[in-house]
Nanobody, 125 residues
Framework: QVQLVESGGGLVQAGGSLRLSCAAS????????MGWFRQAPGKEREFVAA????????YYADSVKGRFTISRDNAKNTVYLQMNSLKPEDTAVYYC??????????????????WGQGTQVTVSS
């Protein structure tokens, strides 16, 4: 497993932007597919975005397509989530996830190997 630590959350007005970062420990970061999930109060954790180990393939939930961009820097053991045009419904705790396969990330929370502790994103209207 890999250890994950998120940062970059905060309070932003609707229409604003935030960039989340997820720093991973371990020498095998570049072999992991990475992703972001989010969980709003009273709701289940849901998939947001995923990226393959090389960065060559990305996937997004329909609700964030065109607004969010996932990227990674394997030299820095870090994955990012750039969030633009934020909406109040984007308010949630955002979790970084790692899995040995891209399918494992895209398939949803139950198949993910490793989780970060989460970072709160609050979008005010």
């Amino acid at each position: 497993q890999v250890q994950l630590v998120e940062s970059g959350g905060g309070l932003v007005q609707a229409g604003g932007s935030l960039r989340l970062s997820c720093a991973a420990s371990g020498r095998t970061f570049s072999s992991y597919a990475m992703g972001w999930f989010r969980q709003a109060p009273g709701k289940e954790r849901e998939f947001v975005a995923a990226i393959s180990w090389s960065g060559g393939n990305t996937y997004y939930a329909d609700s964030v397509k065109g607004r969010f961009t996932i990227s990674r820097d394997n030299a820095k053991n870090t994955v990012y989530l750039q969030m633009n045009s934020l909406k109040p419904e984007d308010t949630a705790v955002y979790y970084c996830a790692a899995d040995s396969t891209l399918l494992g990330v895209v398939a949803g929370p139950r198949s993910v190997d490793s989780w970060g502790q989460g970072t709160q994103v609050t979008v005010s209207s």
